[in-house]
């Protein structure tokens, strides 16, 4: 096997779409330097027989070629091509294999739809926060559709199901036309496909439910361009799309914000499958990750063992890239620490999930320096809603951005409560204390940091210095003038003395 500081590729060979991957394990994580998806659709071009048509066959074998001519001079140990439902299903699979070799310069692998829940769940879980928590994984793909129930790194049970985007649309909307009855028809054919493995499932039970691959990040763009969900697939916004489709009685000429055109021909196909799926399954929401096959291909080849934290790997890269001060970080996020230690318990944010948030957040938050000065807090925020940081789920990486984006000047207030609801209390209050550790390290001394004793009431915060502390110190008073007023706008009241 190659050296984990060489250059890895994973090659998904999917019923909708072929995608490929090539990283590199750099600083203890995975860094993309290539990313390719072709739309195929091998699925709808096999006939009743299972036979690969002449043109579906030249289309796939064609992407091959251009996928080869980055393959081909890898070498084995460092590639790994995965074929799966439909190539699964091909009655000349052989051949049509030995023929996609040659492309390649590759051998190429048809794994059977467990094998291949074991990698979409291998890929997901790293892409999430470190922890035993049980997680239901659902990925929606053009043959088939793979739930995996497990904890922490390790998948607990695994189903592949004969059901998938390219499938449906091809056996009731193969004309473009979707209307009630046929929709109904789609998710009762999905649903017979779940059914026997719906108890299993539920006996397993799980706490977090994420979604990936194309149907399902789809479905989530445009559910948020909608204005009906917020980075995740709810129950509530899905039936109202189901029902504005419905309605259109065609996607043709239905106009839905976000929708490439190349997902336009098998979205509803997708619909009712996650449709069903959310019914079955009794769930309300369903978060989205952007790691799945692919992904979990080159983390198998890696041979990782799930014991690392890639969120601590992704900050310190991060860190390193944009030179932050670490020095001045760590006093910073020493503050906040005391800080949240005192009044973690009143306000609600005693768990690991917000200390590190508040510990990753100070240690971030001027990364925006390395690009202007200027509005560096507005800088930094974006880059970090928009940088590939593995082991962040989208709601994590949101949050970090909103704390890089309100520690300095305004209260980010839209950035927060943009937040899933449940998390946008606890945000503003982690905000807060990163702020307040920023401006009593205005300094950037390191040694002269007041003891600050921190009292909470609701929005209250009563802050206590050292006697005489502030009247030397009239730069820092200044400023917590100014913080009071912005706290204000955010709803709190501060008090010091």
Known sequence: MASKDGTFAALDLGSNSFHLLVARWQHGQLVTLDRRKETVRLAADLDDNSILSEDGTARALACLDRFGEILREMPHESVRVVGTNAMRRMKQGEAFRDAAESALGHPVEIIGGREEARLIYLGVSHSLERGEDRRLVIDIGGGST?????????????????????????????????????????ELYAELAIQ???????????????????????????????????????????EKLRSKIIAAGTLNRLELSGLDEDRRPVFAGGLAVMHALMKSLDLKVVEVSDMALREGVIFDLLGRDGETDARV???KAMIDRWRVDEVHARNVLS????????????????????????????????????????????????????????????RDQALLSALVAGHRRKFALDSLEALPATMVTPAKRVSV??????????????????????????????????????????LTEGDLVLEKSALKAAGFKLKYG
């Open 146 to 186: 793979e739930v995996i129930v497990g904890k922490g790194p390790q998948a607990l049970h695994r189903e592949s199901l004969e059901v998938g985007c390219v499938v449906l649309n091809k056996r009731f909307f193969f004309d473009g036309v979707v209307d009630a009855s046929r929709f109904r028809e789609a």
């Open 196 to 238: 026997p493995v719906v108890a299993l499932l539920r006996s397993e039970g799980w706490e977090h439910v994420i979604g990936c691959s194309g149907s399902v990040r789809a479905i989530a763009t445009v559910l948020q361009n909608s204005g009906w969900a917020r980075g995740a697939v709810s129950l509530e916004g899905l």
């Open 313 to 315: 790997n992704s900050i």
């Open 335 to 394: 503050t906040a620490i005391e800080l949240y230690r005192q009044i973690a318990s009143n306000w609600d944010i005693h768990s690991m999930y917000w200390r590190d948030g508040l510990t990753w957040g100070a240690q971030i938050h001027e990364i925006g320096l390395q690009i202007s000065h200027d509005s560096y807090h507005k800088h930094g925020a974006y880059v970090v809603a928009n940088a590939d940081l593995a082991g962040f789920a989208r």
């Open 433 to 474: 204390l990163l702020r307040l550790a920023v401006l009593f390290n205005r300094s950037r001394k390191g040694t002269d940091i007041p003891n600050v004793l921190i009292q909470v009431d609701g929005p209250t915060i009563q802050l206590k210095l050292p006697k005489g502390w502030l009247d030397e110190h009239p």
